[in-house]
């Protein structure tokens, strides 16, 4: 069988920008490893030069040279157009492709296309306020990816989706009587399992992603402060991109605010090496961001065997097993936040029981040759009834 994955992809394995390619990452590492199929990675990208073929491993990468800007736009015309030539050369029995994206829209109507659900802020009310949909450009952007949800969901054959009912839920009858199959992000346990010391270093809580508005770091600083003075050692460290800058410089002001200099830091993107050392070690992972599916840092974190605070946002209570193996809070409710906080910092062995909990429940739920069976048992049913 002969599948192009179409998605973003790690340029540099040691770096991954975010956790979309983390996921297709892991995904089609577990694929290639069963022998049953041709891994062909079709993936966008403004880091190589120009358009490039690589053999990494079991997998054919397909490079294609993008340039920044107008995503959305160009998913819906360009980049589809590249994606399906793409498509053509590999002659693929199955596509799947990952996210709303032109991995979708550029697939022909010859091979099944499995698409799988990420980021549904477009269908989330309290994001139509956000300041990407203000104004003008705003509104076009709205339409924009409306129209490219909907060309998407139309093409595909199956739909996949990593967070129980949210995503059924929330996308309704665009999903146009189609029914979405629930299958978890695919870790690859073996390195979280094996980088864990017996203890955390009792101090650190750790958030794990993109520095944006939607992922609302903003509430966990102002947690945090509510935190600090009774956990004197305790320090908030951010690990991911900062591609908002002006909110950044805005948390940087809210730090300096609330006094919490010198116990508040951002690292941005790291080494994978660092990240899982940091991630293993943390007392608390932590999350206060206000929309998600199944956020790939979470489960990270719950297969390295430590505690789990997050906020309920989407697929996120379908992981967490509130008060067994972490703790889930209500959304915009800073004191539960930072509640939920101080009482893990306080309690060692809560933590302890907490990590045990979860990273059993990770073991159960995103290993990646159980990920890559159920994915497999989609490509089969859709290519017996051609």
Known sequence: MRLALGTAYPFDEARTHGGLEAVAHNLAAALAVTGEIDVHVVSLSERCHADAVERRGRLTIHWLRVGPRLATTKALTIHACKIAAAYRDICPDIIHAQAFSAYAVGAPATSPLVLTVHGLEWFVPEMRTAERYAGPVGAY????????????????????????????????????????????????????LAASPAEDDGRTVLCIGTVTRRKDPLTLVRAFGKVASACPDSRLVFVGEMSEKDYHAALLDEVSIIGLEGRVEFLGLVQEDRLLHDCATAAIVASASQVETAPMALAEAMAAG?????????????????????????????????DRLRQL??????????????????????????IAEQTLAVYRELLSGR
């Open 141 to 192: 952007r709205r339409w924009a990816e409306g129209l490219l949800i909907r060309r998407c969901l139309t093409k595909a054959s199956a739909i996949v989706a990593m967070s129980g009912p949210f995503v059924p839920e929330t996308i309704g009858p665009m999903l146009q009587g189609k029914r979405v199959r629930g299958i978890p992000n695919a870790l690859v346990l073996d390195c979280w």
């Open 306 to 338: 430590r505690a789990v605070v997050a906020v309920g946002a989407g697929g996120i209570p379908t992981m967490i097993e509130d008060g067994v193996s972490g703790f889930v809070v209500p959304l915009n409710d800073v004191d539960a936040l930072a």
């Open 345 to 370: 910092l306080m309690d060692k062995a809560l933590r302890r029981r907490f990590g045990a909990a979860a990273r059993s429940r990770a073991q159960d739920m995103f290993g990646s040759a159980r």
